[in-house]
């Protein structure tokens, strides 16, 4: 049976699709309409123009090219596919390619039965017929032969049977099968959207992030597939990868999911976090909704976990799935996420990563891999690469040294990294302390080794930043670490840069994440300063520890940080028991509700995050003068009462998903906010006008604040304002007409607005270079938007009332008007001298582009369905 591999060296592609066609039963009529429709799906489409090409028994460089470099080939095999010498060179191509790893491919069989491509017979035995006339038995035919053979095994959409109603799917591959279900169809484009929709799932995902400096990965990663592709191989097959904390398990279940992620029907990498592990019964639901969502990519809402376990047999018992399931601690998790093999797809792979082997003792003998230290040599070098900053091999001064550290980490990739990046920037001296101090500490005591790395932090802000942030439980968004951090008094970008420098913490896709052993000697630290009484303690990040010192109002002034890991929802506590936490930085008690007295509460608060705020109004006597971060999403808040003048050091306030919110507060008083958002504040309609006054407010969102009339005139006084977001304000009337007075915006959002034309004023915005307009009823832009003289992007997609533009500004870089509709003109482009991207695709009505020949920054060019009549 035939399979597809992938593999993702580097996970770049100049294209989602590479499309194969042939002849005019389909070139003119279903090829048309599927390339249309991939790309007005947002697939970066290339189609081979056959009439272009050659007969000449070679591919062209362009179109060898635009095979290799793209990520999926759709193949339409009509009956006379076979006749086409190129489209068989096309197909040779193609398939050699997704042998190396490098292209997925899905046939479609139009009016062709799969076994007639894959034995040749039919009309393909024709064809060949006449091309062994032309070529006798030679290389090039045999060629042809085994790439149809190939071809004709894997899984593709079967359109033989359009006239009877069905949607049949030819699934015979075992490593790679997409399962479209059969459902009565009339129409053509009902295979068209299948095809969209599984294309588009492939092209969605994502690898994981391996780190930059890993050591024997591939050889291990090698075995591990192998374990996976057992006989037989439709089977569902559980591998389960055990072995110490820091040994490198997620690291290599990582790299195999990488490997072969791109060979299934859908896939997933679930990390299953200390904060679910808290939570019982209600972790394991959230489990198996992340499951569900991340296979099916949609909301599946799980009442127990009996539910639960219907769900996933019901949903995926057809699909043909790859899961990775790391830190499994329980069997209870196995369970409920994978307890039985026939909740799967023929064909799915589960890859379940613990340092509990018992919890893998269902599982068959040939389904255990056992992740083991890494060996002396490989040692050294993961030592090596962090010590001496990329170096394979130690200085020869620090030879000796060296191997004595690496024998102490005892082959632990973790503490390799960790004490490689302390000792990276140390002279000689501090390395001979650090190997009197690893000789001390028992082989087996690994939280000791890493404490090493914290120990040695340059001064007292850093560790503490550091053991703030062993508070929370998982993956951070980089700007809301930033926010938090900056908001506590640090400084961000330097601190920060010196824990991911030091190996404790690491900076993924704008992500800040710690490996769960580093997290759990950061919280020994602060364990120790209190064995046995929380409240004594800097930092509080357990739940239970949480409720005891609120409850028992146990709180001393220990207490600086106070990060709830999961939810507290119907918990109700007296604001009594704050009393006494008198140097409370940073607080973030989500669904908790608080009652009682709130003056002279939170004195040094300085970051205070309550989503889901219960209370209807926030009291008029919460005073938080040296506040500077309030996060208060999606709070039952009706009016926020407090005045703000009582929080002059706030800098950020983010009342998002505020639903039952109805007005702003007054401003009145607080000078230094920064970023103010109300975000899908969907009940919104008042904007103070004391919002004005704000002088230094950088950021504004109201992004689907759908029933939000009007702007108030004072607005246009922010001379600060950078950032302005209004998108999907659907009963926004108008901008205020004195817009050109923010001097400072950059960027300003009116995506999904109603209203037709901007103020003339808006080509003041001397600062302005990104316009965003897409799906908005704007009819046309300012005469004179060309005196803007710093734009660089104008986003137009979807604009169906626009029907034409005025000249543009030199500066603009980036042009995206697709499926403009009415648009009819556009002004002479050859003044944009700096046009990189420019997208017209669909817009119709447009007969005449003016000034292409003298756009020589362009790039990037569609101008697929546009009818040019004259192009000059």
């Not at 620090?398 to 990739?413: D, E």
């Not at 000789?439 to 703030?468: C, E, H, M, V």
Request: proline share 3%; with cysteine.
């Amino acid at each position: 049976m035939a399979t597809q591999t992938f593999n993702l060296e580097s996970f770049t592609w100049d294209f989602d699709v590479f499309l194969s066609s042939r002849g005019e039963g389909t070139s003119k009529t279903f090829t048309d309409h599927l390339h249309l429709a991939l790309c007005e799906s947002g697939l970066n489409t290339f189609r081979d123009n056959e009439d272009e090409l050659r007969e000449g028994g070679f591919l062209s460089p362009e179109l060898k090219g635009a095979i290799e470099s793209s990520r999926i080939s759709v193949i339409v095999l009509s009956n006379d596919y076979a006749s086409s010498g190129v489209c068989l060179d096309q197909l040779v191509q193609i398939v050699e390619c997704k042998e190396k790893g490098k292209l997925m491919v899905f046939p479609v069989f139009y009016d062709v039965e799969p076994s007639q491509v894959r034995r040749q017979s039919g009309d393909y035995g024709v064809a060949f017929a006449t091309h062994e006339q032309r070529f006798g038995a030679s290389d090039k035919v045999r060629n042809w032969r085994d790439a149809l053979t190939k071809v004709g095994n894997l899984s593709g959409w079967d359109l033989g049977d359009v006239a009877d109603g069905y949607c049949p799917y030819h699934s015979l591959s075992i490593i790679s099968s997409l399962v479209i279900n059969y459902a009565p169809i009339g129409y053509e484009s009902k295979f068209i959207d299948a095809i969209i929709k599984e294309v588009q799932l492939v092209v969605s995902r994502v690898p994981m992030c391996v780190p930059k400096h890993v050591v024997g990965l591939e050889s291990r990663v090698e075995h591990v597939v192998q374990f996976m592709c057992g006989e037989p191989e439709n089977d569902v097959r559980m591998i389960g990868i055990y072995g110490m904390g820091g040994i490198g398990k997620t690291t290599l279940a990582k790299a195999v999911y990488n490997k072969l992620f791109g060979c299934f029907e859908r896939s997933c990498f679930i990390e299953i976090r200390s904060d679910i592990l808290e939570q019982k019964n209600y972790g394991i639901k959230v489990l198996q909704e992340e499951l569900l969502r991340n296979l099916l990519r949609k909301e599946i809402k799980v009442g127990s976990e009996a539910e639960g376990i219907m769900l996933i047999k019901l949903w995926l018992q057809a699909k043909k799935c790859l899961i990775v399931l790391d830190n499994l601690e329980h069997l209870d998790q196995f369970n409920a996420l994978c307890g039985e093999r026939d909740w799967f797809g023929a064909g799915s792979r589960l890859i379940l990563t613990t340092r509990v082997a018992d919890v893998l003792k269902i599982l068959k003998k040939d389904e255990h891999y056992e992740a083991k230290e890494l060996n002396s040599k490989e040692s050294l070098q993961l030592f090596s690469l962090h010590a001496f900053r990329g170096l394979a091999l130690p200085k020869e001064e620090f030879i000796g040294l060296s191997r004595g550290i690496v024998t102490y980490c005892g082959g632990l990739p973790l503490a390799l990294e960790v004490i490689g990046a302390y000792l990276s920037d140390k002279l000689k001296e501090e390395w001979i302390i650090t190997f009197e101090k690893l000789k001390r500490i028992p082989r087996n005591d690994i939280q000791n080794k890493l404490k090493i790395s914290f120990d040695g932090l340059p001064d007292d802000r850093t560790k503490a930043l550091f053991l703030d942030l062993v508070c929370f439980p998982h993956a951070i968004f980089k700007d809301t670490v930033i926010q938090i951090v900056e908001a506590m008094g640090y400084f961000a970008t330097i601190e920060i840069r010196r824990l991911v420098d030091k190996c404790l913490i690491n900076y993924y896709d704008s992500q800040i994440s710690m490996h769960s052993l580093i997290r759990e000697m950061g919280r020994e630290v602060v364990r120790l300063e209190s064995p046995n009484n929380p409240g004594e303690r800097s930092r509080l990040w357990c739940s239970r520890d949480i409720h005891n010192v609120l409850i028992g109002q146990k709180g001393t002034p220990m207490v600086e940080v106070i990060v709830a890991n999961s939810p507290m929802e119907n918990m109700s506590y007296d604001t009594r028991a704050f009393k006494n936490m008198e140097n409370l930085r940073l607080l973030q008690i989500d669904h908790v509700r608080l009652h009682g007295n709130f003056k002279n509460l939170f004195k040094e608060l300085k970051c205070f995050l309550w989503n889901h705020c219960p209370l209807k109004y926030m009291p008029s006597n919460f005073h938080l003068k040296k506040l500077v971060h309030l996060e208060l999403l999606a709070s039952n808040l009706k009016k926020f009462v407090a005045p703000l003048k009582y929080f002059q050091g706030l800098k950020s306030l983010d009342l998002s998903f505020s639903k039952r919110l109805t007005r702003t507060p007054d401003f009145g008083g607080v000078q230094n906010l920064e970023s103010l958002s109300f975000a899908f504040c969907s009940s919104l309609m008042k904007v103070d006008s004391s919002i004005g006054g704000l002088g230094r407010l950088v950021r504004l969102d109201f992004t689907d604040c759908v029933k939000l009339k009007k702007l108030p005139n004072s607005l246009c006084q922010l001379r600060s304002l950078q950032e302005l977001d209004v998108s999907n304000c659907l009963k926004l009337e108008e901008l205020p007409e004195e817009m050109g007075k923010l001097i400072s915006l950059v960027s300003l959002v009116l995506e999904s607005t109603t209203f037709h034309y901007l103020p003339s004023s808006v080509t003041s915005l001397a600062s302005l270079k990104h316009l965003y307009l897409d799906e908005s009823n704007i009819r046309g832009l300012p005469a004179n938007i060309s005196h803007l003289s710093r734009l660089e992007k104008i986003m137009l997609a979807d604009c169906k009332n626009l029907e034409m533009l005025p000249q543009l500004p030199p500066s603009l870089g980036q042009l995206w008007a697709s499926n403009c509709k009415s648009m009819e003109k556009l002004p002479n482009l050859s003044n944009l001298a700096k046009l990189r991207q420019l997208d017209l695709r669909n817009c119709r009505k447009l007969k005449d582009i003016q000034g292409l020949e003298n756009l020589h920054s362009l790039e990037d060019i569609e101008l697929r369905g546009v009818h040019i009549e004259r192009q000059a």
